[in-house]
C-alpha cells in the first residue's frame, strides 16, 4: 500500500509508465497536475484522447499524420527523389529542426534489436523498398542513431537496397559541435576520421 490515496498512487504509476520518468519526478508530476483547476486538467485529458484518435500513419512514409499524408509528404516544395530513413517519427522531427533538409522522409517506427524482439519484418521496410522499386527516388540517406541497433539497421537496409541502384549514404558521425578532442572516445573519433570531408 502507498503512502499517498490510491487515485494518487494510479497517477503517479500511469506518469510512471513515460520514457525516463522515475517515481520521484512521476509524483512531482502528479502534484502538479492535482494543483490544476478541473478545467485544465479536462483540457489536458482531451488533448491526450484528441492526439489518440486523430492521428495515424501517413500513407506514404509512415510519419505521424492527422489524415492520409503527413505535411512532407503533401508538399509540393520538397524534393522526392531523396528519402531519409529515421527510426522515429521523433528523429524526423530533429531533422527537421535543422532547417537544411529538403528531402522526404521514411519511419521504421523502431530499429533491429533482438533483446527487444524487433525483427526486421515489424519495422517499415518493406515498405521503403516498394517506394525505391516504385522509381524516382535518387538517394536514400539511412539516419539511424549510430549505437549497435542503429547501425545494424542500417547495414541490413543497404544490403537490401543495392540492387536497386540508388545512392545509399549514412549520416556522418564524429565530435559534436563545441566538443573536446581529448574528451572523445575512441570510436567517435574513428568516425569522424572516416566522415572527414574536404574545405
Known amino acids: 500500500m502507498g503512502f499517498f490515496p490510491a487515485p494518487v498512487e494510479n497517477l503517479v504509476a500511469q506518469f510512471a509508465k513515460l520514457p525516463g520518468v522515475g517515481r520521484k519526478s512521476a509524483a512531482r508530476l502528479a502534484f502538479h497536475v492535482l494543483g490544476w483547476s478541473e478545467s485544465e486538467v479536462g483540457a489536458f485529458a482531451e488533448a491526450l484522447y484528441e492526439a489518440k484518435r486523430g492521428t495515424c500513419l501517413c500513407k506514404v512514409c509512415h510519419n505521424l499524420s492527422a489524415d492520409g499524408l503527413c505535411a512532407v509528404c503533401s508538399s509540393g516544395t520538397r524534393d522526392k527523389g531523396i528519402v531519409c530513413v529515421v527510426a522515429e517519427p521523433r528523429d524526423a522531427a530533429a531533422v527537421e529542426r535543422a532547417r537544411e533538409y529538403k528531402g522526404v522522409y521514411h519511419v521504421l517506427h523502431g530499429v533491429i ?56 549514404t549514412r549520416l556522418a558521425h564524429g565530435i559534436p559541435m563545441g566538443g573536446h578532442l581529448e574528451f572523445a572516445d575512441e570510436v567517435t573519433l574513428m568516425r569522424a576520421l572516416e566522415g572527414r570531408r574536404s574545405m
Do not use: Q
Open 113 to 168: 534489436s533482438p533483446g527487444a524482439s524487433k525483427s526486421p519484418d515489424d519495422l517499415k521496410i518493406n515498405e521503403l523498398l516498394a517506394r525505391v522499386d516504385a522509381g524516382g527516388i535518387r538517394e536514400v540517406i539511412l539516419a539511424t542513431n549510430p549505437d549497435t541497433e542503429g547501425d545494424t539497421t542500417a547495414l541490413y537496409i543497404a544490403r537490401l537496397l543495392r540492387p536497386f541502384g540508388v545512392v545509399v
